[in-house]
Each structure stands twice: as structure tokens, then as C-alpha cells.
């Protein structure tokens, strides 16, 4: 009967991860779920999937409880977590939360968003080594010795010998016959990528920006943390200066000033070339900024930062434009103007949350 | 898993117990099973077999999750059937296994006793178990998604039963398919009464009989109204007229038979766990309990009998109501000369040692459903000594609030969340709406509204097995509306 339930539970299953998929761009639009994500899931408010009936409404009309208190006496516990007038919560009526994998929500956005799985780079790709246990051997440790083909060869030796009829039956091994297992080394293929992450926290950069970029710098850390066995992150800030930061301070800094967005190209290239040379890695460097640079002087630093330095060792580049109110969104004319026809250099413009799906699908949905 | 000796022998003399109380049983088998087999048969309504279905797994992950979590963990589970089935949940300590057996005999007494569970299925064990054979049948020669989406359909519809019917003769039905509008078999004629030749035309006035024919013909003219009468039980009319194929009508039938089974539970919450509550608590503080047990024993009782604010707590009123019947007709509290009685200090300390009080409660367990027994017992008194209270949402402050302890606006209240197994009373008028075959439902609305978008997710299912367009008629906001789907899109209407 255990069983039986596995089936309904899975049936159940597939029924949240459509209603999940059907929704996508909702959750994508709300950053919600970023502060629900655990070391490998994430917990995801769903309307509550239910049988609809025809039932009374919500019991604004009250009803009959048992206790102390005065006429006027609330009953419903304390102020706080009250919010916005909102009653009705009769038992049963929250709202399903369903854990998924990270796996699994970038398998969702994957199909949703058809993004092509990532061919890493062909020949600079990594290999690591590992042992796979392949063959027999007639030396080796006792804890690797194999017993069936230890037996094998003792019967045969005794059948050989004739000492199987002699013995009745029993059959002794001796040290000749001692079998183990052996392995060799083999080179599987490991891709590591590391993603740095760049973005202007300059006075234009407001909240409502951040928020855009964290919740794109998730979904994309989602996909591709799928799509590589190891990963890691990089985080640099810049206004008129940049500096490398931990995740927290990157997406809570606030800073004043100007912009200059060399700054940060530079420190994105000196941290590849510090940790991640490029023929053991992936590397993806993502920018986002509200599109305003210090000045045109730098803007032309940047793409020969970009075309010299940056190209020829990322799998792709890629550019966010978050559209601000102060913004004048230059630098992505700018780009698109240097790099019109490069598959290296992905930009895309995002004018508001509901943009951000957009915006991933053209990021990652060139397979790069 | 059968029980352990231990157990075996304390279901024994439990059951001994309540013999010797007057307890009267179906044979009761129990079932040793471990926390993930106790969620999965809290998951199956308690069965071990029911056919597949999604909101079973739903079910499973919920009640899963809440118990991982700590927030909640089953401790009875039973069924109502011939033999009566319930689980022991396996690493429970000793004294609850003793409070769960005692518990589970009241219930078993209840569901045997009750009338109001006299029609239900006694071996609806092997029936849900061959609705699932039957259903997964189906599912191999339809496809297993087309008869998911139907059941999801039929579900959706499952209270829409006559609850009481099951109580009074079945009506026959015209059994008559409105679609084809066919003739009634026979023409009715004016009534002619017999009379001398010559007394004819006074007995018989030609004037009266020809107005009675043209009476008959207009009234043949006018079709026929279909149902002829409104039908609570929607269930079976879908079944018999609408445009269904045999195993959508199969599977109909087994939802509408599965709901007329679980219905009862529904209209005895109060009174089925108010008397296992009492029975449990006599039966172990008069004869079951180890002195070193007698404060787990409280303490599980008590965390039983707890009450979530603005909330009713079955367990409690119930057990609550039956002492206070058991007391009052110990001590002679009733009838005229007691109510009549204005000396509150006399009606306090009022006994005439009638000693009826237990003879009393086995009456009120076996002719009582939760809205006949609260309406008769929650006296003016009880309200008072159980502290009850009704509360309103108050949207100044938007919080809910209590409004007052007075005993009939709490009674209303209370009755009103009990009528009809608290489902909204809804019956089906029409079949041949505009004549064009569209279905009408009427609402009675009293005082409460529907939930509006539930209500049109369900007339999706509704037109999912009617085929035309479905209306429902009902209040919203105090004004008459008629909601309808055609099945694209929803409107409503002024009435």
C-alpha cells in the first residue's frame, strides 16, 4: 500500500511542477523566491492546487468560538503579522509550498525557456582523472580481492589436478589463485566555469535595479550551476573605482558617484588572469549597469579592454542594461555599435522585472 | 501488522471495558503500522486501497510534511465498516495506545448505533477497493489522463448530494432524457363524474368540461418542466441525463457512492467525537489508568480538548454537550417545572435524583445528528459554563473580534455553519434552460455567500460533463445573480 501512494505522490508531483512551469514568469518577476532558497532547494509558494467546489466564501460573517474575553477582545492573537486587514485564515487554508531541487527548478526553466544545454569549450576543455575499476590482476590488497574468480581458478586447478574427486568437494585456494580487482586511471571530461558577476552600484543604480539584477544573477546562477559539475562565483562592484565584494555586500551596497566602467573590466581581468586560466575554465563575466559611463573616453577603454583582454578568454560576455530613470542607456548602443555581428558579446535590454525572463533567454540561450 | 501480545491482551480487556459499559461494537480489528504507513492511510480516508488519484499525494505530502515538521501527528485513525478498522500507530507510548483503543470502541459503538449511519455501506472496504480496480480498469481502456481529468470533474461535484435523502423513501425519477423532449405516454382527460342520463349536464356541465380540455391542452403546450421538480442530489441527475458514455457514468457512480458513505461523518463531527472523548475519559480514569500514567494521560487529554481561538474544537463541545446532558438527567433538569423555575439558586442546586442521565446519552448517540443535537442541548446554561461566544471580523481594526455570549445569536451561528454538512444548499431547477439544454442550478442563499472563484472553476467541471452551457444561480452582495459559462468564457447577470 506504500506503494500505491508513491504513484498518487508522483502523479501530485507532476501536477506542482506544471503548475510551477505555468507560472514561471510570475516567480521570475517576484524575487520571493531568492530568500527562500536553502543550500540545494528552494521553496516555492504555490496557489494552493485543489479540487475547486461550489462552497461559501470567506466566513466574514464570523462565527461561535469558546474562551475568555470581552465583547470588542480580538482573537486573533497579536497585531503583529496581522497585515493589510487580511482575515479568513481558516485551518487548511495556507498555501502549499512545495520544495524543488535547484536541479530540478533549472530543468523547469530550462524547457520553459528551451535553453540549449551548454557545449563547453571544445578544446580547451579539462580533463581530470579517475580511477575505474576495469580488471583482474593477480596481485593486490586483500580488501580488493576478488572471490568468485579466486574460487573460479581454484576449482579449475583442482578439477586439473584431479584433486577435486580425491577431496570430495572442497575446494582450498591457494596463493596462485588469489584474484583481484584492479583499475586504471581514465580522463573523463570536467568543465568548471566561473561566473563574475559585474555591476554599477553608482547613484543611478536604485533599488528597484538591484533588485532586477539579483533576481536575473539567481535564475542565471540557477542554469548554469546545472549545467557545469563545479562552479564558482565572483562579485565586483564599481562606481568610479572597482572593488571585488562577498555576495551580501554585492547586491546591498549603495554607493554615490560617478561611473567608470573600465574600472571594473580591469578588475574582472586581472581576477581571471590571478585564478581562472582560461584552458582549464568557463568563464562568464555578466555586467549589468543602467547604460551611463563617466565618459566616451572610457567607453572606447572598454571595448578595448573587451576586444583585447576580455574576448578571447570568456565563453561569452554578456551585458545587462537595467533601465533607470536616470540612465541614458548609451553604453549598450555603444556595444552593439562595436560589436554588431560578435557571438562573444550578448546585450539585452531590461526595462522591469517581467523583463527579466527576456533577458535570460538571451543570455543563455545561445548554448555558449 | 497484527498486535503484539502486549496489545493484544489491552485490546481485550479494553474491550471488555466498554462492554461492561454498555458499549455495543462491531467486531474491531487493529492494525500495528508505522509513521509513513499511518500518513498514507490518513491519506486514503483511513482505507488501504482507493484508486489512484493525485489529491491522494497531495494528501500524503501534507500530512507528510506536518508530521517531519512536528506541527501534527495522527493518533486514531478508524473506519466505519463490518468489521471496523483502525491503526495503532507503531512507537507510541503505552497509555496511548490505551487512550486510542478506548477512543476507537466509542467510535465503533457510534457508527453502529447512529441512525444516521444505518444507510451507509458496512464492507465499504471491499467496495473502495473494487472502485479502484474499476477505475484503473477504465484508466487502461480510456487512458489514464482522460479519466483523471473526468474524476477531477466528478470530484469537483461531490457535495453536490441530497444528504438526507438516504433517510426518506427514494423518490422515483421521470426518468425521462429532456434532450429529445419526447410526448408523455398518455393524453389526460377532463375528469368526467358518473351521473344519470338526465342529471348529465348538470353533473357534467359541457361549459366546465370543455374548459377543463382547453386547461389540459394549454397545459401540453407548455412543456413539460425538467426536472419536474428541483433535485438536491445533482450527482444522479448528471447521471441519468447527461449526455455521459458508460464508463464516465461508472465513474460518476462511485464518486456519488463514496460521497453518500462519507457524508454521515460529516453531519456527526461534533457528537461522534464528543462520545468517544466521553467514553475515553471514563474508561480510563475509572478503570484503565496506572497511577504512573495519570498525567500523560492529562496532558493528552487536555491537548485533545484544546480550542484554537474563534474556532470549535469537536472533541470539546461535543464531550462537553454529553456530560452536560448525562448531569441534567442525572439531576432532573428539564422539563416545565424546571424552566419555569425563576430562583436561580433553587435551578443551581436543583437534583430530584431522576438518575436517567446515562440512559439518556445512549438515546441522544443513537437518534441525534450534530444539528438536531446542538439545537436541542445547547441550553442558555451550557453556553454560559462552556464560555462560548460569537465573533465578527471587524474591519476598522481588521481583526476578529468578539461581539457577544448570547446564547441564541450563538446558537444561529452555529446551526447555520451545521446545516447541511456545512455545504451550501444547491439544487438543479432547470435542464432545459432557453431550451437549448443548458443546465440551471439555484443557489439558496442563506446569508452567505459563494466563493466566487471556486464557483467558476467548478461550473467548468459542471460543463465538462454537461456539454452545454451552465448557469448557477445565487446572491452576491444581497443582489440576484446569475453566473454562467459556456465553456470559453464566465459571465454574470442581474436576475
Known amino acids: 500500500m506504500v506503494q500505491k501512494i508513491d504513484l498518487d505522490h508522483t502523479r501530485f508531483r507532476q501536477i506542482v511542477r506544471g503548475s510551477i512551469r505555468r507560472d514561471l514568469r510570475k516567480h521570475i518577476a517576484n524575487g520571493s523566491l531568492i530568500a527562500r532558497r536553502g543550500e540545494k532547494t528552494v521553496t516555492i509558494p504555490l496557489p494552493r492546487i485543489q479540487i475547486p467546489r461550489f462552497r461559501y466564501g470567506s466566513n466574514e460573517g464570523g462565527g461561535v468560538g469558546q474562551g475568555q474575553g470581552d465583547p470588542g477582545d480580538p482573537i486573533d492573537g497579536d497585531e503583529a503579522g496581522q497585515g493589510q486587514g487580511e482575515a479568513g485564515d481558516k485551518a487548511g487554508e495556507h498555501e502549499l509550498e512545495v520544495e524543488v531541487s535547484l536541479e530540478e527548478l533549472a530543468r523547469i526553466l530550462g524547457e520553459e525557456l528551451e535553453l540549449p544545454n551548454i557545449q563547453p569549450r571544445g578544446k580547451k576543455q579539462l580533463t581530470t582523472e579517475v580511477n575505474r575499476y576495469t580488471g583482474i590482476r593477480r596481485v593486490g590488497p586483500a580488501s580488493l580481492r576478488h572471490l568468485k574468480r579466486t574460487f573460479k581458478r581454484a576449482l579449475k586447478r583442482e578439477i586439473a589436478s584431479g584433486n577435486f574427486e580425491r577431496s570430495g568437494g572442497v575446494v582450498v585456494p591457494v596463493p596462485d589463485d588469489m584474484r583481484y580487482r584492479s583499475w586504471e586511471p581514465r580522463m573523463i571530461p570536467e568543465s568548471n566555469a566561473v561566473i563574475v558577476y559585474m555591476m554599477d552600484v553608482s547613484g543611478s543604480m536604485g533599488d528597484e535595479q538591484k533588485e532586477i539584477v539579483r533576481i536575473e544573477a539567481f535564475w542565471i546562477d540557477t542554469w548554469l550551476k546545472s549545467q557545469y559539475k563545479q562552479i564558482e562565483t565572483r562579485y565586483v562592484v564599481h562606481d568610479a573605482e572597482a572593488k571585488e565584494v562577498d555576495e551580501h555586500t554585492f547586491f546591498h551596497l549603495r554607493e554615490s558617484g560617478g561611473t567608470k566602467i573600465s574600472s571594473a573590466y580591469e578588475l574582472c581581468e586581472s581576477i581571471i588572469a590571478a585564478d581562472y586560466p582560461p584552458e582549464e575554465w568557463n568563464i562568464y563575466p555578466f555586467h549589468f549597469s543602467d547604460g551611463d559611463n563617466w565618459s566616451g573616453g572610457d567607453t572606447a577603454r572598454c571595448l578595448d579592454l573587451l576586444r583585447e583582454r576580455l574576448l578571447p578568454k570568456v565563453n561569452v560576455f554578456c551585458y545587462g542594461q537595467v533601465r533607470s530613470t536616470y540612465g541614458s542607456g548609451q553604453f549598450k548602443n555603444d556595444l552593439d555599435g562595436a560589436f554588431p555581428n560578435d557571438d562573444l558579446v550578448i546585450t539585452s535590454d531590461i526595462p522591469d522585472k517581467d523583463g527579466i525572463m527576456g533577458s535570460i533567454k538571451e543570455f543563455l540561450g545561445t548554448g555558449q | ?495
Open chain 2, 1 to 495: 501488522m497484527s498486535l503484539p501480545r502486549e496489545l493484544a491482551e489491552l485490546q481485550r480487556r479494553i474491550r471488555d471495558v466498554a462492554s461492561s459499559y454498555g458499549l455495543d461494537f462491531f467486531t474491531t480489528v487493529f492494525e500495528m503500522v508505522s509513521w509513513a504507513e499511518m500518513n498514507t492511510v490518513a491519506a486514503y480516508d483511513g482505507f488501504p486501497v482507493r484508486y489512484p488519484h493525485w489529491r491522494f499525494g497531495m494528501a500524503f505530502d501534507q500530512i507528510s510534511k506536518s508530521y517531519s515538521w512536528g506541527l501534527s501527528k495522527i493518533y486514531e485513525l478508524v473506519i466505519n465498516n463490518d468489521p471496523c478498522y483502525a491503526y495503532l500507530l507503531r512507537g507510541n507510548s503505552m497509555v496511548d495506545q490505551k487512550l486510542v483503543i478506548a477512543h476507537v470502541y466509542a467510535h465503533c459503538d457510534f457508527f453502529k448505533n447512529n441512525l444516521w449511519f444505518a444507510p451507509t455501506n458496512r464492507h465499504m472496504i471491499d467496495e473502495l477497493a473494487s472502485h479502484a480496480t474499476r477505475i484503473q480498469r477504465h484508466g487502461q481502456a480510456e487512458g489514464h489522463e482522460d479519466v483523471e481529468t473526468f474524476l477531477d470533474s466528478c470530484l469537483s461535484l461531490d457535495n453536490m448530494i441530497d444528504i438526507y435523502s438516504p433517510y426518506s423513501p427514494r423518490r422515483p425519477r421521470n426518468g425521462k432524457n429532456g434532450h429529445n423532449g419526447d410526448e408523455p405516454e398518455e393524453r389526460a382527460k377532463p375528469v368526467r363524474f358518473e351521473a344519470k342520463p338526465y342529471m348529465e349536464s348538470f353533473i357534467n356541465p359541457p361549459k366546465f368540461i370543455e374548459e377543463q380540455r382547453q386547461e389540459i391542452d394549454e397545459a401540453r403546450r407548455q412543456p413539460a418542466a425538467y426536472p419536474e421538480r428541483p433535485e438536491r442530489d445533482i450527482l444522479r441527475f448528471l447521471m441519468e441525463e447527461a449526455p455521459l458514455r458508460s464508463w464516465q457514468r461508472d465513474v460518476l457512480s462511485m464518486v456519488r457512492d463514496e460521497a453518500y458513505y462519507f457524508a454521515p461523518q460529516r453531519l456527526t463531527k461534533i457528537m461522534n467525537e464528543g462520545w468517544a472523548s466521553y467514553w475515553h475519559s471514563r474508561m480510563m480514569t475509572e478503570k484503565l489508568l496506572d497511577p504512573s500514567e495519570v498525567v500523560d494521560f492529562a496532558e493528552r487529554h487536555s491537548g485533545a480538548m484544546a480550542v484554537q481561538p474563534g474556532q470549535i474544537n469537536p472533541y470539546k463541545l461535543g464531550i462537553e454537550l454529553f456530560r452536560n446532558v448525562e448531569e441534567r438527567w442525572d439531576k432532573g433538569r428539564f422539563g416545565k417545572e424546571y424552566d419555569e423555575c425563576d430562583d436561580l439558586d433553587v435551578k443551581r442546586n436543583w437534583d430530584t435524583g431522576l438518575g436517567r442521565g446515562r440512559e439518556k446519552i445512549f438515546e441522544v448517540r443513537r437518534i441525534y445528528n450534530d444539528v438536531t443535537f446542538v439545537d436541542e442541548f445547547l441550553t442558555d446554561g451550557f453556553c454560559e459554563d462552556a464560555k462560548m461566544f460569537t465573533w465578527e471580523f471587524n474591519p476598522k481594526t481588521g481583526r476578529k473580534e468578539i461581539t457577544g455570549r448570547d446564547c441564541r445569536e450563538i446558537k444561529d451561528k452555529l446551526l447555520q455553519s451545521l446545516a447541511n454538512g456545512g455545504q451550501p444548499v444547491i439544487e438543479v431547477t432547470d435542464g432545459n434552460f432557453r431550451n437549448r439544454g443548458e443546465l440551471v442550478l439555484s443557489h439558496r442563499h442563506d446569508g452567505e455567500d459563494l466563493d466566487l472563484g471556486q464557483a467558476g472553476e467548478t461550473m467548468r467541471h459542471l460543463h465538462h460533463l454537461w456539454t452545454r452551457p451552465v448557469h448557477i444561480e445565487t446572491m452576491l452582495e444581497g443582489r440576484p445573480r446569475r453566473l454562467s459559462f459556456d465553456g470559453e468564457s464566465h459571465e454574470t447577470a442581474d436576475l
